[in-house]
């Protein structure tokens, strides 16, 4: 049974940073795993993709954490990093992961319906 379990959540200041981890079980992340992505949701706002990663390494981000969030993996420890730099309001969001064993394309990286397993999410809060 796949688990994903978010952690590294918190409240900081803008411009500051946080790193998300999530960690797979139930299945070998890097053998089995199409690849991961991270969503955000923030109050009354629809669920967005944020930043992808397959397994191979190829990567994915929205127009609006380009060059401020960087997405990795560490197969040994079945986990998937999200590094947060330059932190602003608008990014406080419960953030959430997502992994599947389907290939998808580049493309269908950030939607939601390219996953079917989902963390139970972590709050980040970003003040002023």
């Known amino acids: 049974q796949v688990q994903l379990v978010e952690s590294g959540g918190g409240s900081v200041q803008a411009g500051g940073s946080l790193r998300l981890s999530c960690a797979a079980s139930?299945?070998?992340?890097?053998?089995?795993?199409?690849?991961m992505c991270w969503f955000r949701q923030a109050p009354g706002k629809e669920r967005e993709g944020v930043a992808a990663?397959?397994?191979?390494?190829?990567?994915n981000y929205a127009d609006s954490v380009k060059g401020r969030f960087a997405i990795s993996q560490d197969n040994a420890k079945n986990t998937v990093y999200l590094q947060m730099n330059s932190l602003k309001p608008e990014d406080t969001a419960m953030y959430y992961c997502a992994a599947d064993f389907r290939r998808v394309p580049r493309w269908l990286l950030l939607h939601q319906a390219s996953y079917n397993y989902w963390g139970q999410g972590t709050q980040v809060t970003v003040s002023s």
């Open positions: 990663i397959k397994t191979d390494g190829s990567t």
């Open positions: 139930g299945y070998t992340y890097s053998v089995y795993f199409m690849g």
